[in-house]
């Protein structure tokens, strides 16, 4: 059963519009939330994350929401650049266990078209 | 430069075979995990480590098995028992393991195809 989803596959935006990815989540244990960048053939990067006491963190042109009744948290990118060309993990925690052990979405591959 | 280094890049193995995918992180680390990704699907937990000399299996770990025996290296062996093990693994750390919202940082990843 996935506990995290991200049902849209893929995204393609213009260049200087924004970005919004998406990532629902069925567990309410998850206290922790994180987003992850990935270019093909590399390993994930850390972009940005969000705590279940907060409902928004920005940094930069990166935005989280995090809407914890609806169970929902989105990714605004803004403005987008074609460097943000990428796919995009949305990744959950939940610290009931001994470990900060990641839950990840299956991905949304974004494209920002110069 | 710190970072977390897997080897190699690509790797090739005959159906029966065992092979050994490398991890290294020079960023002193106490906790360390094993991911595979799928195409479509998200990364699966294999197996991590919160201390050396222990680790536990995640949800993926049949087919699979880790040691630990220095703070810095993780190796993950996919045995002949792993009936499709076709994917792109990832290994990641963390500073602390147990509590804590410290994100983990991934290594760029060792494709694994069968010949």
């Known amino acids: 059963d996935q506990q995290v989803k991200q049902n849209s596959p893929s995204l393609s935006v213009q260049e200087g519009r924004i970005s919004i990815l998406n990532c629902d989540y069925t567990?309410?244990?998850?206290?922790?939330f994180l987003w992850y960048k990935k270019y093909p053939a590399e390993g994930p990067t850390f972009l940005i994350s969000?705590?279940?006491?907060?409902d928004k963190n920005e940094d930069g042109r990166f935005t989280v929401f995090l809407n914890k009744s609806a169970k929902h948290l989105s990714l605004h990118i803004v403005p987008s650049q074609p460097g943000d060309s990428a796919v995009y993990f949305c990744?959950?925690?939940?610290?009931?266990?001994?470990?900060?052990?990641?839950?990840f979405g299956t991905g949304t591959l974004l494209a920002v078209q110069p | 430069d710190g970072g977390i280094t897997q080897s190699p890049k690509y790797l090739f193995r005959k159906e029966g075979q065992n092979v050994t995918l490398s991890c290294e992180q020079n960023?002193?680390?106490?906790?360390m995990y094993w991911y595979r990704q799928d195409p479509g699907q998200g990364l699966r937990l294999i197996y991590y480590?919160?201390?050396?000399?222990?680790?536990q299996k995640g949800d993926i770990a049949e087919g699979y098995s880790v040691s630990r025996e220095k703070k810095e290296s993780f190796p993950l062996t996919v045995t002949s028992a792993q009936k499709n093990p076709t994917a792109f693994y990832l290994c990641a750390s963390t500073p602390i393991g147990g509590l804590s919202n410290q994100p983990q940082h991934f290594g760029d990843g060792t494709r694994l195809s069968i010949l």
């Open positions: 990744a959950a925690v939940n610290y009931g266990g001994a470990t900060n052990k990641l839950i």
């Open positions: 969000i705590s279940s006491i907060k």
């Open positions: 567990n309410s244990m998850f206290d922790y």
């Open positions: 960023l002193n680390h106490d906790a």
């Open positions: 480590s919160q201390i050396v000399n222990d680790f």
